[in-house]
Structure formats: structure tokens, C-alpha cells
């Protein structure tokens, strides 16, 4: 008995069985360092940075590459210098035709913005119409194809003979140019909504008025701002032309007189300022595409 009781005492004590898996608490998770972050927001940074530096360097360095052997074209520096003593003060007034560079680009603009706003009440209420409507589209394309390609220069004459003065005959030419995109943009998003769309609208015996605010207007936003921002590059483009031709006060007559007086400085200084207003142009207008694109709500 004493020798039974002796070797049960001596057989090893049974493992205790493994905590199961959901017993095991969970590893932390590992979280990114202050350190890392700042790390992957500075190389974020620079990789958005750097490129447009590196480009503009390019530039300005053939730029001044270009300027040791040209007499007339003036350098980086020498345009700096303009520029500074330029924009001291640039809201001057001497006359009726002299004034400051500011009081031009202002000039500019206001025709911009009513040949663009007079092209946009026509040309996308237009564009609706010749969408929704084939019979209209057949009879207007060709009438589109026609003049779309036409100079924005070939009209200036025809804006001269009817308004008589030259003001409102580069209005005219900017309503003239830029109102195709507009109209153009805006039947090709009518006609790429489904059709399943308009069935439902007949079904529910929609009237024309509910189409358009409920289905046709909503679906072809992004169509209507792709246009209006193409049509408003147009415009800016245009204006510059037109001013030259037609004098007065603006960007482009100025441009033209400062031709007259030789001075290349400032003239660089024009095409500099013309790109940067044309660039916030074109990045406000894109701004308020995405804004009102229902694909990015």
C-alpha cells in the first residue's frame, strides 16, 4: 500500500492547459512616432514642392541663358528690378489713357467677366435646348461647326462696324469666343444622361420645368463648369488680343504700348502677370467644378 501511495506520488503533475485564444489579450496596436509623421508630411510636402521649383529653375536658368546673347531681351535681374519699381505703385493715374499696371489688369477683368457672363446666360441655356432637342442639335451644328473655328481676331472688325466704339467690341468678341465651349459642354452632358432617366420622367409625367431642375440640371453640373472653366480661359486669352488692337486702357494695350516704348522689361513683366491672373483664374473656376460635382459628394 505504502509503495502504491509512493509511486503515485512520484508520476509528474499534469500540464495545465493553454490559456485559449481569446483569452490572450491583444498587442497594442503600433502607432506611427510624432518623428515619423513629421518625416511623411515633409516628403509628402517636398514631393509636391520640388517638381514646380525645379521646372521654374529650368526656366528662369534658359531664360538667362538666352538673355547674354540677345541685346534687346532683358535677363532675370534686370526684370526683378523692373518689376519692384513697377509694382511701388501700381494704381497710379496720369491721364485717361496712363495709368498703373493694377488699374490695366482691372480694366481687363471687368471686360472678361461681361463677355463671360453674357456667354454663359446664352450659351448654356442653349446647351440644354440642343441637347434635349435632336431636331435643334441637327439644325445648330452646323451652324457651331461653322464659326467655332473663326479667329477671335477675324471678329473684332464685325464688333467695330455694330457697336461703333471699341469697348464693347471687345466684349463682343469675348461673348463671341468663348461662348462655344459653353454650349458644346453642356448639350454633351444632356445628352450622356441615360435614357433610363427620361423613361422614369415619362412614366411620372414629369413636365419640362421638372426635368430640367430635377433631373437634367443636377446630372449636368460637372458638363456646365467644364465648359464655363474652358470658356473663361478663352476669354482671358481673347482680351489680351482684342486690347491691342483696340486701345484704350487694359493689359493688352498695354502691353502693345510698352512695345511701342521698346521696353522688353515690362513686357516680360506682362506676360508673367497675364499667365498668373489666367492661372488663378482657371484654379478658382476648377475649385467650384469640384465644389458642386455630385460625383465628390
Given at each position: 500500500m505504502s509503495a502504491v501511495i509512493h509511486l503515485q506520488s512520484m508520476e509528474p503533475a499534469a500540464a495545465s492547459p493553454a490559456p485559449a485564444a481569446a483569452d490572450v489579450p491583444p498587442a497594442p496596436e503600433s502607432r506611427p512616432s510624432r518623428a515619423s509623421r513629421i518625416a511623411g508630411a515633409l516628403v509628402a510636402a517636398g514631393k509636391?514642392?520640388?517638381p514646380p521649383i525645379v521646372g521654374m529653375a529650368v526656366l528662369v536658368a534658359v531664360w538667362a541663358l538666352v538673355?547674354?546673347?540677345s541685346d534687346y531681351l532683358p535677363g532675370p535681374k534686370a526684370t526683378l528690378l523692373a518689376a519692384i519699381e513697377l509694382f511701388s505703385d501700381p494704381f497710379y493715374v496720369?491721364?485717361?489713357n496712363d495709368m498703373g499696371i493694377g488699374w490695366n489688369v482691372l480694366?481687363?477683368?471687368g471686360r472678361v467677366a461681361l463677355g463671360f457672363g453674357l456667354a454663359a446666360l446664352v450659351g448654356i441655356p442653349l446647351g440644354f435646348l440642343l441637347g434635349r432637342f435632336s431636331l435643334l442639335s441637327r439644325?445648330?451644328?452646323?451652324?457651331?461647326?461653322?464659326?467655332?473655328?473663326?479667329s477671335p481676331l477675324a471678329w473684332l472688325p464685325i464688333g467695330l462696324a455694330v457697336f461703333k466704339a471699341a469697348d464693347p467690341a471687345a466684349i463682343f468678341v469675348i461673348f463671341i469666343c468663348s461662348i462655344w465651349p459653353m454650349i458644346l459642354n453642356t448639350a454633351m452632358g444632356v445628352a450622356a444622361l441615360p435614357q433610363d432617366y427620361m423613361n422614369v420622367a415619362r412614366v411620372l409625367q414629369l413636365s419640362e420645368w421638372k426635368i430640367f431642375t430635377k433631373i437634367?440640371?443636377?446630372a449636368t453640373v460637372p458638363y456646365v463648369l467644364t465648359?464655363?472653366?474652358l470658356a473663361l480661359g478663352i476669354a482671358w486669352l481673347v482680351i489680351v488680343a482684342s486690347e491691342m488692337l483696340t486701345g484704350g486702357v487694359g493689359i493688352g494695350f498695354w502691353v502693345w504700348a510698352e512695345w511701342n516704348n521698346l521696353n522688353m522689361s515690362h513686357i516680360i513683366i506682362a506676360i508673367i502677370l497675364i499667365g498668373s491672373v489666367g492661372l488663378a483664374l482657371e484654379a478658382g473656376m476648377a475649385k467650384l467644378a469640384q465644389r458642386f460635382d455630385y460625383r465628390n459628394q
Open positions: 509636391a514642392v520640388l538673355s547674354t546673347f496720369a491721364g485717361p480694366k481687363s477683368l439644325a445648330f451644328n452646323p451652324v457651331i461647326s461653322l464659326l467655332r473655328p473663326v437634367l440640371l443636377p465648359g464655363a472653366k
